[in-house]
């Protein structure tokens, strides 16, 4: 057998041994590559919901508790509905700093013929728009027409494709940039083809549907406000001076949700640090125990000739081998959990979950990879050096 | 039957009931109201198939002594397993929205268990061919 095996026969034929050390290098890595990813999944998350909402102020019906509805349908994506006057959005075009207004109309949501869950339908202005078609990521040649549809990026229509809302065919001509919240799953159309999809409704004599029109009332006024006006008095003084309507500050609507995040993502920092920590410490105890069990099986190799150089080299090489097969199990079981499962994460903790670019979860994969590569090395030096100095004679001399 | 020359069939026999099993019960596409069946419905029962027709491959692989047939049966549930990794999504739509279990739930499971499968019978499959060679 050449000398180079040696150490991989030594991991072969001691398979109890090397699933211990394996296990803890794959939790270190789960636990390093999962919680970094899921916690910089957590800050995308809220960061694209911040830069998708566009508006400086949300301004809702006062009976639609605005705060939480709004919230929910937005990161949740639970079908919401609630119906204000569509003067409302003149009255607010009318206030001094207010920039643009862009009415939305949501539609009580629709059983698609595809699934028996809801789909939320917002009904948006073309002209006014500026919070739905700058997140277009495949483009189209310009304005909505008759049954066209623009899809969020958890819809599986495609382009070019058509769904079925209650009997009526309408055809998707562009999909929205993924936000990780409950944005990605609602439709966007026309006021136009809103009324036709109530029209529907009620010749199927489906009830849930609303009986208000687009052309009577709206649901939401997205606002900007002009540069070096405050944003708070703007939003107080809808509040003040328009009757039954409530303003919010989308970065105050949002600002519970990420503190709450920030919190999430301060505690998985906390816990990664820990199982580096409690790993490190385990690895170094292991082959700390390992070497002094040793002693008479290297005593052995260096009488029948290994420098203490080559001593050194097989038991690094066994670590090294160790913690590499464990960190790409860890890797393995923690990319299942945190990146194919990011939907289920999402949806159950109501939380915005947008997984990070490859490139940027290809470097979180390295920085694991070598951390616990480093601390198993790390952990190893020591042992390495002891077996590789063990007194020959005196070792070999001791009884069992 | 030596347990020390099935260790993959056992994991592959395992790992085949688990797909199954998940997959009527707790990884299982989404649920038809009033009687009726989603489009992922039908995903779900070529993976079950698939399933069982793996379970009966990894047992055969475990009982059959003849060590050509235990590698002929290993390349076997590795093709198979390659395949369901394709059913749901690809080869059998799912329903529409990404939030929906089947898509959330069925799908990443279903593809991450058949991987474990082909990773566990590639192994097997290549560690028989090589004894074969071996012995040639």
Redesign the interface.
Known sequence: MKLRYLPFRNIVKRPFRTAALLLIAAFMTAAVFGGSVAAASLKNGIDSLEQRLGADIIVVPESASAKTDLENMLLQGTPGYFYMDKSNEDKIKDIEGVELTSPQYFLVSANAECCTVQVQVIGFDEESDFSIKPWLKQSYDGSLGENEIIVGSSLSTRVGHSLKLYGVECKAVGKLDTTGTGLDTAIYTTPDTVRRLIKASQEKGIGVLSKQSPDDVISSVYVKVKDGYNISDIAAYINLNIDGVQAVRTRSMITGTADKLNVISGSIRILIIAVWILAAAIMTAAFSVLASLRKKEFAVLRTIGLSRRQLGGIVMTESLTICTAGAVIGLAVSAAGVLAFGRVIETKSGLPYLAPDAPKTALFLLMSLAAVIVTGTISSAWSAYRLSHVDTGNNLREGD | MKIKNNIFGIAEGLTAILLTIGSLTFFSA?K??DGSF??CHWAQNAVVVFGIVLILQSLFRIFIPNRAVKTGLSISILLASAAVIFIPGIAI????????HC???FK?AV??VASVLVVVSGFDSALGLLRFGKKE
């Open positions: 989404c038809g109201h989603m489009v739509d799912l329903c529409m929205m990404d939030t929906m898509q959330s739930m990443p593809r991450i």
